[in-house]
C-alpha cells in the first residue's frame, strides 16, 4: 500500500482527492490530509508526501523518513523545480493516480541509494597460499575496478615484501601510522588509495593494526576495503579473516596451486583452527590458465569466482589494467 499525506489549506481539495482514492485504490493507497506542515511533522508512515508550495517549510524533517517530497503546483504540466518533482494541483484525479505510481516508484528508488550510501565498506581479504600467485596484481585491479564504478577503494598491503610497492607507482612510506595520525593515505597509478603495513610478531603491533583496520570501517569514507595479506596459521591472520565480508585466494593453475587450495581448506576445517565459518565465503580465482595443461581444484568446497589466462610480456601495471576490464571481478565486488 502507497501511503500519501496531502498538505493543503484548500479542505475542499485534499478531501475530493481523498475520497476518490476511497472509492477507486482502497486497497492500494492510504490517503491523509494536514492543513499544516506542523501536522505533518508529527505523522507517521508516510511515503510520499504532497506538499502546497505555500507550505514547503516541512521539506526538511521530512527527508530522514524516506519520505519522497512532491510540491503541488497551479501549473497545468508535471515538472521538477530545484530537484523536487511537482505535480500540478488541478488535474483529473485518475492522472494523479498514475503519477502517485510514478513517485513511489521514484521514491524506492532513492530509498535504496541511499541505503547502499549508509552500508559499511565491505572488507576483502585477498590471500596468498603461494609466493608471486598473481594476489597483489588481482587485489589492485578489484580496486581499480570498484573505483571506476564509483565505489572508493582502499587497499592496505600486508606484505612484508612491500606489496609490489614500487611496480604500482606507489610509496611504501604511508603506513597505518600515518592515517591514523594524519588522515594520509598513498596513491597508486591508477588512483587508488592505498596503505601499507608490515605484519610483525609484536602481539600490541599486531593489534594496533586490527584496531586500525575498524577505525577505517568505523570512519566509512570507502565502500571497498581490500587486504592484501600472505596466508598463515597465525592469530593475527585468523582475527583478520573474521573480521572480512569475503576472502579470495589466488592460485596458479598448476598441482602446486590445487595443493594450496587444499592446504587452505584443510587449515579452514581444522577443528583446532575453529574456522570453519571461512568456507561459505572463500572464492578461488585461478591465475595463468594455459588449457590442458592447466590444473583446478576440482575436489575443492570453495566456490570458484574466475579465472585469469596466460599474459606473456606484459608488465605488472598493463596486467592491472587489463584484469581490471574482466566481469568476474564483479563476482568479488
Do not use: W
Not at 494541483?89 to 498514475?98: G, L, S, T, V
Not at 612484508?160 to 603506513?175: P, Q, W
Not at 570501517?217 to 595479506?229: F, H, R, S
Not at 569475503?246 to 587450495?261: D, F, L
Amino acid at each position: 500500500m502507497i501511503r500519501v499525506a496531502i498538505v493543503d489549506n484548500e479542505y475542499d481539495f485534499a478531501a475530493r482527492v481523498k475520497h476518490f482514492f476511497e472509492e477507486n485504490y482502497q486497497e492500494d493507497f492510504l490517503i491523509s490530509t494536514f492543513n499544516s506542515c506542523e501536522e505533518l511533522d508529527s505523522a507517521e508512515e508516510i511515503d510520499i508526501a504532497v506538499i502546497s508550495e505555500r507550505c514547503m517549510a516541512c521539506e526538511a524533517g521530512m527527508n530522514d523518513k524516506f519520505v519522497l517530497i512532491t510540491i503541488l503546483t497551479e501549473d497545468t504540466v508535471q515538472s521538477v523545480n530545484n530537484g523536487i518533482p511537482t505535480i500540478p494541483k488541478y488535474q483529473k484525479a485518475e492522472n494523479m493516480h498514475m503519477q502517485f505510481i510514478e513517485l513511489y516508484a521514484l521514491r524506492e528508488k532513492k530509498k535504496v541509494e541511499r541505503e547502499i550510501e549508509l552500508m559499511p565498506p565491505q572488507l576483502i581479504v585477498f590471500l596468498s597460499a603461494l609466493p608471486y600467485s598473481g594476489t597483489t596484481t588481482l587485489a589492485h585491479a578489484c580496486a581499480v575496478r570498484a573505483n571506476e564504478q564509483g565505489k572508493k577503494s582502499l587497499v592496505i598491503s600486508m606484505k612484508n615484501a612491500g606489496g609490489g610497492d614500487m611496480a604500482f607507482g606507489i610509496s611504501a612510506d604511508y603506513t597505518m601510522e600515518t592515517y591514523l595520525e594524519c588522515g594520509l593515505t598513498g596513491s597508486t597509478a591508477y588512483g587508488v588509495d592505498y596503505l601499507h603495513v608490515k605484519k610483525k610478531f609484536a602481539h600490541s603491533y599486531n593489534e594496533s593494526i586490527i584496531n586500525g583496520i575498524k577505525k577505517i570501517i568505523d570512519v566509512n569514507v570507502y565502500k571497498y576495503i581490500i587486504l592484501d595479506i600472505d596466508f598463515d596459521y597465525s592469530d593475527f591472520t585468523k582475527d583478520i579473516l573474521k573480521l572480512c565480508n569475503k576472502t579470495v585466494i589466488t592460485v596458479p593453475c598448476t598441482i602446486a596451486g590445487v595443493n594450496a587450495v587444499n592446504a587452505v581448506e584443510s587449515a579452514f576445517k581444522d577443528a583446532d583452527n575453529n574456522m570453519a565459518y571461512m568456507m561459505s565465503k572463500t572464492g578461488i580465482v585461478y591465475n595463468g590458465i594455459t588449457g590442458q595443461n592447466s590444473h583446478y581444484a576440482d575436489n575443492s568446497e570453495f566456490a570458484t569466482v574466475g579465472g585469469i589466462k596466460m599474459v606473456e610480456n606484459s608488465g605488472v601495471r598493463e596486467c592491472v589494467s587489463e584484469i581490471s576490464c574482466m566481469k568476474f571481478l564483479d563476482n568479488i565486488l
